[in-house]
């Protein structure tokens, strides 16, 4: 007799157009099992979809009326049933290559009738233990993987937190909104997404880039608020300490990259480091020009320079979305590279538009993220 698999009966069907047949595996197993039984493959079909559930396995027949086995293993295939009820075919049949077929189509095993109901019962077992098994695994996988993404998420949060604590800190300092963050990282996501055709980025890609670009100016909060705050023109002293922003942030950065992975912490020493080089090489503070800027570093400085223009600063008013758009174009901000101006005049008549729908995401996100979730550990916001 069958070993019990557990206190709580399992569903055993029994699919077989002979009721002798039928009759014999249902004395077998019916100790340890509630047995289902079909007559042909059509009314078989119906009763695993009705119990896919509850199944622990399918002893089928091949030759039946309406539907025979093959179409049956064809069905459970398409549906994807084969891979959590298995299937055990016992026939009459002894063509190997009908019983290849079987297998092929994803059977456990195969009994020939007549059987010895003693060996049909330890197979049985042994294919159900082993499903069983498998599936517990793939229970104890999905849960460590969900685990695993869960931790991934809050080191995520904790790194943003830092990006975000240590940019709007240097916004504030500065005497300019903590918008200005979220709209440089939504405008360098939207470039880098129009620029695609010449820099193949991938969408985690351009998701980690624009959330680092955040750093771009960190490295002012060591620059003096005599210089930083200065509501005139700068001398060219002054100008010289000032520039010295880009190269302090990095070693800023360089106290803290624990907090990022490697290619995060490359984005961002880049971003922080180039984002005031410009096309032509007439930038800082190392000279760079053409391609030898990074895109994430160009489409980060388009970014700035684009929303320094159109908000208002203790030194100027805000220009419009035109009058941004056709100083950029001019070149009276600094050189770009084409491709990004072109990119440019494609995207000017949306481009409000898309800065509000990526900003309002980017606050719901942020929302989930941050909000109280059962279960999970929250990182504060900043106050």
């Keep these: 007799m069958c070993v019990p698999l557990s206190c709580c009966k399992k569903k055993l069907l029994v699919v077989d157009d002979v009721q002798l047949n039928r009759i014999l595996l249902t004395d077998l197993f019916g100790d340890d099992y509630d047995v289902l039984e079909a007559d042909n493959g059509q009314i078989a079909l119906e009763l695993i979809l009705k119990h896919r559930d509850e199944l622990a396995i399918v002893l089928l027949d091949l030759v039946m009326p309406v539907m025979d086995g093959f179409q049956v293993l064809e069905q459970m295939t398409q549906l994807g049933l084969i891979q959590t009820i298995p299937v055990i075919l016992i026939t009459g049949e002894s063509d190997d290559e009908k019983t290849l077929m079987g297998y092929a189509l994803g059977v456990s095993d ?97 998701e980690t880039i624009s959330n680092v670009s955040a750093m771009h100016d960190i490295g002012k909060i060591v620059i003096s608020d005599a210089i930083l705050l200065k509501p005139g023109p700068l001398t060219e002293e002054e100008f010289e ?91 009276e901000c600094g050189a770009f590279n084409p491709k990004m101006l072109d990119m440019l005049v494609r995207v000017q008549d949306t481009l409000q538009e898309k800065i509000n729908r990526y900003t309002q995401q980017e606050k719901d996100e942020m929302r989930a993220s941050f909000g109280s979730q059962e279960g999970e550990e929250r990182v504060p916001l900043l106050p």
């Design 110 to 206: 195969l009994v020939n009738k007549p059987f010895n109901p003693e060996i049909v019962s330890r197979r049985v077992n042994n294919v159900v233990r082993l499903y069983s098994h498998r599936q517990e695994l793939e229970r104890e996988l999905r849960e460590q993987k969900e685990m695993l993404e869960q931790q991934a998420r809050r080191i995520h949060q904790s790194n943003q937190f830092v990006i975000d604590a240590l940019s709007t800190t240097a916004e504030f300092r500065n005497m300019e909104s903590g918008e200005h963050i979220m709209r440089v990282r939504t405008l360098t996501k939207i470039f880098l997404e129009e620029l695609r055709e010449f820099y193949p980025l991938t969408d985690e890609q351009i």
């Design 241 to 331: 300490i000032m520039k010295t922003h880009t190269i302090r942030g990095c070693e800023i950065l360089d106290t803290l990259n624990y907090t990022q992975d490697e290619e995060s912490y490359r984005y961002s020493y880049d971003i922080c480091r180039h984002h005031h080089e410009r096309w032509d090489g007439s930038g800082y503070p190392d000279g760079l020009k053409g391609d030898e800027i990074s895109i994430w570093a160009q489409a980060t400085s388009l970014a700035d320079v684009y929303d320094a223009l159109t908000s208002e600063r203790v030194y100027k008013k805000a220009y419009t979305h035109k009058e941004t758009i056709e100083m950029i174009l001019s070149g």
